[in-house]
C-alpha cells in the first residue's frame, strides 16, 4: 500500500470518463481508487469525472474516488465530484464495498472531505446477489471496519445500491455516509448528508439507513449527525440514524442524531438517538451550530445551497 504523504495542493485530477477497466478476474482483494490501499497521508485532493469498474471471480472489491482502502492511513480536506460505479458480475462470490471517498476503512481517519458525485454498486449476471455477494454502498464510504473514523465530512450526491437481474440473495446495504459499520472503535462525528438513497427492494436484505445502512455489531459512535436526504426509496428495511443492527442488544452510541420529517422513516432506539426535524430548521444556520454542535472554524455556511460546507472548499 502506499505508505507516503499525497499532498494535492488543491490540485484536482480529472478521471476522464475511465470505462476501461474492463472485467477483471480477481482472486483475494482488490481496491480501486486514486490511491488503491493507503497507508499514508493524502490531503488538499480533488477528483472530479467518473470511472467505472466490472470484477469477476472470487474476493472482495473495495472502491471509493479517493481510496480503495484506508487501513490506518489519513485522508484530510479533501473533495470528490466524480461519478463512480462498480458492478459486480454475481455469478462469482464477490463482496463490494464502495464509497464517495473511501471503499473500506479501518484504523484511520476520514476528515473534512465531501463527496458530491454519484455512487453506484449494481450487481448483475447470472445469479446476482449470490448468498456470498453482500455490497456495501456509502456517501463518504462503503464500510467501515474497525476503529474507523470519519468526522466533519458529508455527502450530497445520489447513492444507489441495487440488483438489476431476478435473483436477489445477498445483503445491500447504503447509508448517507457509510454503508455499513463492523466492530469495535469507529467513530462517525459532525457528519450530514443530502444524498438521494436508492437502495435493492429485496424484501428482507435491501437495507437503507440515513447515516449508516447497517450496524454490524460492536462498541462504537455515532454522534452530531444530520440524515436530510431527499428521498430514499427502493428497501424493504428505512430508518434513522440506520437500517437495522445486528442484534436489539447492539453497543452502538448514538448522540444528537437528527434527521428530515419528510422521511418517514423508522426512528431506531429510543432516548437521544434520532430526533426528526422540519425543513425551516434545516436551513437555519444556527441549527448547525447550536443543535449540532458543528465548529464554525471547519465549516461555513452556504446561503444557495442553504447548507454547511467545509471552510476549506
Not at 460492536?218 to 430508518?239: D, Q, V, Y
Request: hydrophobic residues 35%; proline residues 2%; glycine residues 16%.
Amino acid at each position: 500500500g502506499f505508505t507516503g504523504t499525497l499532498e494535492g495542493n488543491g490540485h484536482t485530477v480529472i478521471f476522464d470518463n475511465v470505462d476501461t477497466i474492463t472485467p477483471l478476474v480477481i482472486n483475494g482483494d482488490e481496491y480501486v481508487g486514486l490511491v488503491g490501499k493507503n497507508n499514508g497521508t493524502i490531503k488538499d485532493v480533488i477528483v472530479e469525472g467518473s470511472f467505472e469498474y466490472t470484477a469477476i471471480g472470487s474476493g472482495n472489491v473495495y472502491m471509493g474516488s479517493i481510496a480503495g482502502t484506508n487501513d490506518g492511513g489519513t485522508i484530510i480536506r479533501s473533495k470528490s465530484d466524480a461519478d463512480i460505479k462498480l458492478i459486480i458480475n454475481a455469478s462469482y462470490n464477490i463482496i463490494g464495498a464502495i464509497g464517495g471517498i473511501v471503499g473500506d476503512h479501518r484504523n484511520g481517519t476520514v476528515e473534512e472531505v465531501a463527496s458530491l458525485g454519484n455512487v453506484t454498486l449494481e450487481h448483475s449476471g447470472q445469479g446476482a446477489g449470490r448468498p456470498n455477494n453482500n455490497g456495501y454502498a456509502g456517501g463518504i464510504v462503503g464500510r467501515i471496519a474497525v476503529n474507523g473514523v470519519v468526522k466533519n465530512s458529508y455527502s450530497a450526491g445520489d447513492i444507489s445500491n441495487r440488483v438489476v437481474s431476478s435473483d436477489s440473495n445477498g445483503y445491500r446495504e447504503i447509508g448517507g455516509i457509510a454503508g455499513s459499520v463492523y466492530n469495535d472503535g469507529a467513530l462517525i462525528e459532525n457528519c450530514f448528508t443530502t444524498s438521494n438513497l436508492f437502495g435493492s427492494n429485496d424484501p428482507v436484505k435491501g437495507l437503507v439507513g440515513t447515516i449508516v445502512g447497517f450496524d454490524g455489531g460492536g462498541t462504537w459512535t455515532l454522534k452530531n449527525t444530520a440524515g436530510l436526504n431527499a428521498s430514499m426509496t427502493g428497501a424493504a428495511s428505512k430508518g434513522a440514524p440506520y437500517a437495522r443492527t445486528w442484534s436489539t442488544t447492539s453497543n452502538m452510541v448514538v448522540m444528537n442524531a437528527f434527521h428530515s420529517s419528510s422521511l418517514g422513516v423508522t426512528t431506531h432506539m429510543s432516548g437521544d438517538r434520532s430526533v426528526s426535524v422540519g425543513s425551516t430548521q434545516q436551513d437555519l444556520n444556527n441549527f448547525w451550530i447550536s443543535s449540532l454542535g458543528f465548529d464554525a472554524s471547519v465549516w461555513r455556511w452556504n446561503a444557495s445551497e442553504k447548507r454547511p460546507e467545509l471552510a476549506w472548499e
